[in-house]
Each structure stands twice: as C-alpha cells, then as structure tokens.
C-alpha cells in the first residue's frame, strides 16, 4: 500500500508563494488519485485541490481558485501544490492523501481517501 510524505511547509509573508510537495513510496503511483487537504488552527479540516491518476482532470476549492495549482509526476510518484497570492487565513496544516481509482464527484471527500501524511505547517504572516 502507498505511503505518502509532505515537505514544503514554513513561515511566508502574505502575498508569497510556497510550493509542498508530497512523495509517495510503497505502490504504483499513478494507481492513485490524489488530493491536498488542510486544517486551520480550530476548525474541521477541509478539501483543498485534488488530481486524477494521470493529472487529466483537477479540482479545487472556491477559496483557492486562480491561486493554487497542483500538479504530478508519475515519474517522481511525487503531487505538488503550487501555491500563491497566500493569504493569513491559508495559514493550516497541509496534508496530502491518495486514493484509488478512477476519478469521482467525491474527490472533496475526506471519506475518499484511504492514505494519509503526517502534514507540513504553512504559516502566512500579515
């Protein structure tokens, strides 16, 4: 089974630009759909972007359009998000998760998504 690793996290000022990053190890990677979540200090985590096996189809949440973009590499099993124009209220912890199968209207869903990293810290200062 997959296993997955987030780096790229850290301290940025409002209107910077952090790119994470999570490298994936323990199965075939583009067997893998995969989707970036975050949880803000208090709050529920929620859905951030996700991306299908071969990166054809790609969603993201309202509050992010036009600033992040994620991206993969099947050759490097690694997802990437691309994220600019950040704002204080980004600031979260960042977790990637992969899940099987083809993509879905559920791609938003926790539920979704069988393997999970630990997380990376993105703090936006004011």
Request: glycine share 14%; aromatic share 12%; proline share 2%.
């Amino acid at each position: 089974q997959v296993q997955v690793v987030e780096s790229g996290g850290g301290l940025v000022q409002s209107g910077g630009s952090l790119r994470l990053s999570c490298a994936a190890s323990g199965g075939t990677f583009s067997n893998y759909g995969l989707g970036w979540f975050r949880r803000a200090p208090g709050k529920e985590r929620e859905f951030v972007s996700a991306i299908s096996r071969f990166g054809s189809r790609r969603s993201y949440a309202d509050p992010v359009k036009g600033r992040f973009s994620i991206s993969r590499d099947n050759v490097k099993s690694t997802v990437y998000l691309e994220m600019n124009s950040l704002k204080p209220e980004d600031t979260a912890v960042y977790y990637c998760a992969a899940r099987i199968g083809i993509w879905s209207e559920g791609v938003w869903s926790e539920g979704e998504y069988g393997y999970w990293g630990q997380g990376t810290q993105v703090t936006v200062s004011s």
